[in-house]
């Protein structure tokens, strides 16, 4: 199990459709999808420590978890329902599952707290992250091709970015 857990997670960081076609029909991996979810927010959380001190670890940890949830249901919506080809037939559970995984190269923002490297590790892996997004996305929702997909994330992240500021606001003010 954790050996198929970590082989999918180096396939995903690889960026192979075929990975997340197979996260995808595979309902018995969401569990694994929220271990990677964890470990990368906890990589994330960790990693932002230098810019965002301690009390920003925690913030940043459950900003990448909501954010896991709230993502997947926003681009359900915008990919699958407002923006979607002929061929597109998907849920939020599969979304979840291939979403979790394109997580994986966030494990890599653990080289944030590495003093001058760690901001280029930072904005690395993230990009990295949107890049596994995109296969995730587009793979997820059958499209024919990458633009669409990129199209969905970046109006998906703006949303997110949205819906995070207003749950975690009420906590940031205190």
Do not use: N
């Not at 396939?11 to 991996?29: C, I, Q, W």
């Not at 559970?93 to 653990?110: C, K, N, Q, Y």
């Amino acid at each position: 199990m954790m050996d198929q857990l970590v082989q999918r997670m180096i396939r995903a960081a690889k960026l192979e459709p075929g990975l997340y076609e197979e996260v995808e029909a595979d309902t018995g991996a969401l569990g694994q999808a929220a271990i990677v979810v964890v470990l990368s927010s906890l990589a994330g959380g960790l990693g932002a420590a230098q810019l965002t001190g301690s009390a920003g670890v925690v913030a940043t940890t459950i900003a990448s978890l909501l954010g896991w949830g709230v993502w997947a249901t926003v681009i359900y919506v915008i990919g699958a329902k407002l923006l979607p080809e002929p061929q597109t037939e998907a849920d939020v559970g599969e979304l979840m599952r291939t979403i979790g995984f394109s997580a994986s190269p966030g494990l890599l923002r653990v080289f944030g707290l590495v003093p001058v490297i760690g901001v280029l590790a930072l904005l690395v892996s993230s990009l990295w992250m949107l890049a596994s997004m995109v296969v995730a996305v587009r793979q997820a929702l059958d499209y024919t091709g990458t633009g669409r997909a990129v199209v969905v994330c970046l109006i998906g992240f703006f949303v997110q970015m949205v819906v995070i500021a207003v749950l975690l606001g009420p906590i940031a003010a205190r």
